[in-house]
């Protein structure tokens, strides 16, 4: 238990951080209000995952934190430029298609050898759920700052080149997990 505390302390340190110079929400940085939306989108779909003790929709509860968490920042950040709205955009497709990936292969499989022994145990299975909940909030960071920020982006050259390689990144998942899948 001691591992959940660390992880939430972490978050709490970064969101704070990085929140400092962005939007508030009721005087709570919005950056801290989407740390604790990770955890608490994680945590809720434990509680479901931990009685049934399935990890059938854990990956799929991943892809929902990030889009609850670009949801809540398009929510409550300041206006948006098209930049911005790209941008959440990209993020929001990319989760979308990564949950609905993962989930219908957790159904086809039948299981995930990574919770054989996990989900077992009460501390670890939750463990597992919390850093996960780290992990979308810390890999969404860079993003979240970006759009809770209350300065105006416009578009640059370097906006058309971030596009570029996320689509050819966004391509080359699309046929890593595909050819994958093949010879699976």
């Keep these: 238990m001691i591992a959940i505390f660390v ?5 709490a340190a970064v969101a704070w ?14 950056l801290a209000l989407c740390a ?24 799929l509860a991943g892809s929902v ?16 430029s098209w930049a911005d709205v790209l941008l959440l955009a990209m993020c929001g497709l990319w989760a979308l298609r990564l949950g609905l990936f993962l989930f219908m292969r957790i159904h086809q499989d039948g299981s ?11 501390p670890r299975f939750l463990l ?6 780290l992990w979308v909030f810390f890999t969404l960071c860079p993003v979240l700052i970006v ?3 209350p300065r105006w982006h416009s578009a640059t050259v370097w906006t058309f080149i971030g596009v570029a390689i996320w689509a050819i990144g966004f ?3 699309i046929l890593a997990d595909s050819q994958k899948r093949q010879f699976r």
Aim: proline content about 5%; overall charge positive; glycine content about 8%.
């Design 7 to 11: 992880a939430v302390a972490i978050a």
């Design 17 to 30: 951080a990085g929140g400092k110079q962005g939007t508030a929400v009721g005087g709570l940085p919005l």
């Design 36 to 59: 604790v939306l990770a955890f608490a989108v994680q945590w809720t779909a434990f509680v479901p995952a931990w009685l049934m003790q399935t990890e059938k929709f854990y990956d």
């Design 65 to 80: 934190t990030y889009l609850f968490l670009l949801a809540c920042v398009a929510r409550f950040g300041p206006p948006r």
């Design 112 to 122: 995930d050898k990574r919770f054989t022994h996990i989900k077992n145990s009460f």
């Design 128 to 133: 597992s759920w919390t850093l996960q909940g």
């Design 147 to 149: 759009v809770a920020s």
């Design 171 to 173: 391509a080359i998942e």
